[in-house]
Nanobody, 122 residues
Framework: QVQLVESGGGLVQAGGSLRLSCAASGRTINNYAMGWFRQAPGKEREVVASIRWDDGGTRYADSVKGRFTISRDNAKNAVYLQMNSLKPEDTAVYYC???????????????WGKGTLVTVSS
């Protein structure tokens, strides 16, 4: 019903910045909780940032708080993740996710993107 396609991943140096985009299609995501997850090699997938569908409230993992910013543009049916002050430990595949009947995407993911790889070098 909803397709999510991430873009913007790549190789960056530590301390640099990168902006990820998530383009949704098939249905408007205006009423979807959205978020970004990541999975590093040998580690479990974890949520790094999420944004509510109603008031735009956000949450961040402690490891990225103050460095990452999630935003959404409902007119463009897109979600973004601005990543600043990147660290090598941020290296992971980043996934866009959407939840339809929840305020926070961590409470129920209905759709996943295929992911985009972010590699941070020192």
């Amino acid at each position: 019903q909803v397709q999510l396609v991430e873009s913007g991943g790549g190789l960056v140096q530590a301390g640099g910045s990168l902006r990820l985009s998530c383009a949704a299609s098939g249905r408007t995501i205006n009423n979807y909780a959205m978020g970004w997850f990541r999975q590093a090699p040998g580690k479990e997938r974890e949520v790094v940032a999420s944004i509510r569908w109603d008031d735009g409230g956000t949450r961040y993992a402690d490891s990225v708080k103050g460095r990452f910013t999630i935003s959404r543009d409902n007119a463009k049916n897109a979600v973004y993740l601005q990543m600043n002050s990147l660290k090598p430990e941020d290296t992971a595949v980043y996934y866009c996710a959407a939840g339809s009947y929840t305020a926070w995407v961590i409470d129920g993911v209905d759709y996943w993107g295929k992911g985009t790889l972010v590699t941070v070098s020192s």
